[in-house]
């Protein structure tokens, strides 16, 4: 039963409606009401997402609730063919932060590279993941801001953007400086 949602899309492109919510991300037919895509999200009861810039990907990730003992996910799906990518977390899943503008995950432009920004900032190179789950871990690790990241992008191919109490900040995707 996926009758509530913590986080909702209006893509008027395709005329579905996207809820997440208890076990991953749904969509709907706006006109019928009936669902037409359904992307879980493994050992987590409740996830969020965002959308590659190109909107052809919806990357659904854990949120943690206060005393939840879940292991977090993080899965990158296809939304035409709904094949998916999973990456390694190592656990990890995002805080329970009610922000309206609280995006810590996020895609580059070419779909490369996925970046998650939490306590800290990690990233994978999608395009050049090993075989096993379990070895595909970030292949950068930045200490990021001195606070919690409530929102990231990428602003060009190389620098990451957070917003955190500290403000706005603009990160080396490679360096971290």
Do not use: C
């Amino acid at each position: 039963d996926r009758s509530w949602f913590n986080q909702y899309y209006w893509d008027m492109k395709r005329g579905w409606l996207w809820g997440s919510g208890e076990g991953g991300v749904s969509a709907y037919d706006v006109n019928t009401g009936v669902e037409v895509r359904f992307f879980q999200n493994q050992n987590w009861p409740e996830a969020r997402f965002v959308f590659s810039p190109d909107n052809t990907q919806v990357v659904v990730y854990s949120i943690a609730q206060p005393g939840s003992t879940g292991k977090g996910a993080i899965n990158i799906y296809d939304i035409d063919s709904q094949a998916a990518v999973s990456v390694n977390v190592e656990g990890f899943a995002a805080p329970d932060i009610p922000l309206a503008d609280y995006d810590p995950v996020a895609l580059s432009a070419d779909n490369r590279y996925l970046a998650v920004g939490y306590d800290a900032i990690r990233v994978w190179d999608i395009q050049n993941l090993p075989e096993k789950v379990e070895d595909r871990l970030p292949i950068y690790r930045h200490a990021g801001p001195k606070t919690l990241i409530w929102s990231l992008r990428f602003s060009d191919a190389g620098v990451i953007e957070t917003n955190s109490k500290e403000g706005i900040q603009h990160w080396d995707l490679h360096t971290g400086q």
